[in-house]
């Protein structure tokens, strides 16, 4: 069974920064994708963020150039680090992992305010 632990959201003013952490542990070989999503009240999740094995990055438009995603393969951890902060990225953020399957986390809160 495959499980995966966020942690680092949190209440931070505009332009403020907050970095995300997911941890993955269980029965994992081999990790391809890592990545960000987001579901704000409302919406769809959507895509933030994603890392491949080697380290390829894509981001969505709306972080481009303020979020930054890093992974540790060691650790099967990925990390995302958020800065210039907007409160349109209040959201729940979900880690998920390509392996065999996908698996998602349970999801982190971030709220900006204004």
């Known amino acids: 069974q495959v499980q995966l632990v966020e942690s680092g959201g949190g209440l931070v003013q505009a332009g403020g920064s907050l970095r995300l952490s997911c941890a993955a542990s269980?029965?994992?070989?081999?990790?391809?994708?890592m990545g960000w999503y987001r579901q704000a009240p409302g919406k769809q999740r959507e895509l933030v963020a994603a890392?491949?094995?080697?380290?390829?990055?894509s981001y969505a438009d709306s972080v481009k150039g303020r979020f930054t995603i890093s992974r540790d393969n060691a650790k099967n951890s990925v990390y995302l680090q958020m800065n210039s902060l907007k409160p349109e990225d209040t959201a729940v953020y979900f880690c998920?992992?390509?392996?065999?399957?996908?698996?998602w986390g349970q999801g982190t809160q971030v709220t900006v305010s204004s």
């Open positions: 998920t992992i390509i392996a065999r399957a996908q698996y």
């Open positions: 269980g029965s994992i070989f081999s990790i391809n994708v």
């Open positions: 890392i491949t094995s080697g380290g390829g990055t």
